[in-house]
């Protein structure tokens, strides 16, 4: 009788002399514990008593000497701790963009494409006739031989009618805002839903900066309020023990894009709670029981600002809840925007995908 055996499972020893190993996985330790290096190296220490990460000729003394010498790790001349560099803290940005969108090349001027066409960037390989106002450097002068060629013969004359353009794309700049709830929610129930926001973020900061260099981003938390991080915080960024104030968020967020002078102009927002707090003068109006009719109304009216200043709002909800669907349904058709209902897992690629088919342009 065909049947299969089972053992017991012995997991293997990452080679303790590959301090690239070791460094990957110190790297996710890091995003885990808001860039605590010392919580980190605990892990590892714990990780190594229980799979033997390290060895007899390269131990974890080793890698830590080794971190410091290639720059990845000071020693706080202050708290007398570790602490992770600048070049550390570039690796964490580059690391992520490999595991959410894979390894991507970097591109020369990196802009979005759009669906207009014109005297652009790009060829898109199609041609068209020629038209009055259209340049002179984008007639395709093999095409428009031949049409001579084939409608006159030798003659050696040439009319406009012969002639043909190459279609060619415009690109764009894009400014985005990428807004990250902080709220408490972000840690219940047992699932960590901050680390793969975190990682989803310095992903596309890190994309941005390599593959769209003319592109803006700007990172806003918020919870009880809102206030904007610099990349440099991102990996240290903690859930707080907040509400969620999704209004005072997208406020920012417009005033910042307000300020930009690109023409494209968009939000994008991780969350997965509903909106449950608004800010009245120095109170807090609170409700986390349901969707509070008043709270909800200044989203739809925040959404509907948006909406006027032509900034859409991509909303990416990592929660299952039937009725908060409901809320998040009506608030994008509010704006007139994209909402995206996703598990943990597909939060990268969606984001991704979503921001790299930007295609909008204001003529």
Same mark, same amino acid.
């Given at each position: 009788m065909t049947g299969f055996q089972f053992s017991k499972y012995i997991p293997t020893n990452i080679d303790g002399s590959n301090f690239d190993n070791l460094l990957d996985l110190f790297k996710q330790l890091l995003l885990y514990t808001s860039g605590d290096p010392t919580e980190a190296i605990d892990w590892m220490n714990e990780l190594d008593k229980q799979h033997n990460i390290t060895n007899s000729e390269y131990g974890m003394g080793d890698f830590i000497q080794e971190l410091k010498d290639k720059g990845f790790l000071d020693e706080g001349e202050r708290t007398g701790g570790y602490e992770i560099t600048p070049k550390m803290e570039q690796a964490i940005r580059k690391n992520a963009l490999e595991e959410v969108f894979g390894k991507l090349k970097k591109s020369g001027k990196g802009n979005h494409k759009t669906r207009f066409t014109g005297i652009g960037d790009e060829n898109t390989g199609d041609v068209r006739n020629y038209q009055f106002g259209d340049s002179l450097d984008q007639i395709a002068l093999t095409e428009s031989i031949k049409n001579a060629q084939l409608t006159r013969g030798d003659s #050696?004359?040439? $009319? +406009?009618e012969d002639l043909v353009v190459t279609e060619k794309e415009y690109k764009t700049q894009? $400014?985005?805002v990428l807004m990250i709830d902080i709220s408490h929610s972000m840690i219940l129930y047992g699932e960590d839903r901050i680390t793969p926001a975190k990682r989803v973020a310095l992903a596309l900061a890190e994309y941005i900066k390599t593959q769209f260099p003319k592109d803006t981003l700007d990172i806003i938390v918020f919870g009880n309020d809102a206030?904007? !991080? +610099? &990349?440099?915080? &991102?990996?240290?960024?903690?859930? #707080?023990?907040?509400?969620t104030n999704t209004v005072a968020g997208l406020q920012l967020a417009r005033e910042i894009l307000r300020r930009k002078r690109n023409p494209n102009k968009q939000i994008f927002m991780i969350t997965d709670g509903k909106p449950s707090c608004l800010k009245e003068g120095i109170k807090y109006y609170k409700n986390s029981f349901g969707l509070d009719k008043k709270i909800v109304n200044k989203c739809y009216n925040e959404a509907a600002a948006c909406r006027r200043l032509g900034i859409p709002i991509t909303t990416f909800m990592i929660a299952q809840d039937p009725y908060l669907q409901q809320f998040v349904e009506e608030f994008t058709k509010?704006?007139? @925007?994209?909402?995206?209902? +996703?598990?943990?897992? #597909?939060? @990268?690629? !969606?984001?991704? +995908?979503?921001?790299?088919k930007n295609k909008r342009k204001r003529m």
């Open positions: #050696g004359f040439m $009319s +406009t894009t $400014s985005t206030w904007q !991080i +610099t &990349l440099k915080e &991102l990996p240290y960024l903690k859930v #707080g023990p907040f509400h509010t704006n007139n @925007g994209k909402a995206f209902f +996703t598990g943990l897992q #597909g939060l @990268g690629d !969606i984001v991704f +995908t979503d921001y790299a």
